[in-house]
């Protein structure tokens, strides 16, 4: 039988040695976590305002706001109001910024790749396969969780 407990502290210990390197990646570049996370999102996916990066790295609006200032302040992103929307800004690489992503971003995101690389196409299709289906699993799950609790309290 399987033993989903130990399974599931084995992939967790994965998880934190991932995001430990991760951390100490940050750190070398002198920045927050967030602020990592932030220029990658800039450089590497069409993420463009504050509310777009706290969804997208499930971070907390306060966090990814005081991260962008951060990077504003250091000259690595600037804001631009939108014309669709006042109160919103898209948020963009400066040169400098820019310049740090390719120096510091983009060979994370290569070594990203090649880690997967490493592996055979039929094992990262597993792989995608897989996550996408426990992810699903895991969120109708959680759904029904969300649905008991608003019965009990009468929502």
Not at 30 to 56: H, K, P, R, W
Request: glycine share 4%; aromatic share 8%; net charge negative.
């Amino acid at each position: 039988m399987i033993d989903l407990r130990e399974m599931d502290k084995e992939l967790s210990r994965f998880e934190k040695k991932e995001n430990k390197i991760y951390h100490q990646l940050a750190v070398k570049v002198g920045m927050s976590d967030s602020a990592f996370a932030i220029l990658g999102c800039l450089y590497e996916e069409e993420v463009t305002t504050q509310n777009d990066l706290a969804e997208f790295l499930w971070l907390p609006k306060q966090t990814v706001n005081s991260a962008v200032n951060k990077l504003v302040e250091t000259g690595y992103v600037y804001l631009k109001k939108m014309k669709v929307a006042r109160n919103n800004k898209s948020i963009h690489l400066t040169e400098k910024g820019d310049e740090l992503c390719k120096r510091y971003i983009l060979p994370v995101v290569q070594a990203e790749k090649r880690a997967l690389l490493r592996m055979t196409e039929a094992e990262i299709k597993s792989l995608f396969l897989l996550s996408k289906k426990q992810s699903l699993f895991l969120q109708e799950e959680l759904s029904a969780l969300l649905e008991e609790e608003d019965v009990k309290h009468g929502e």
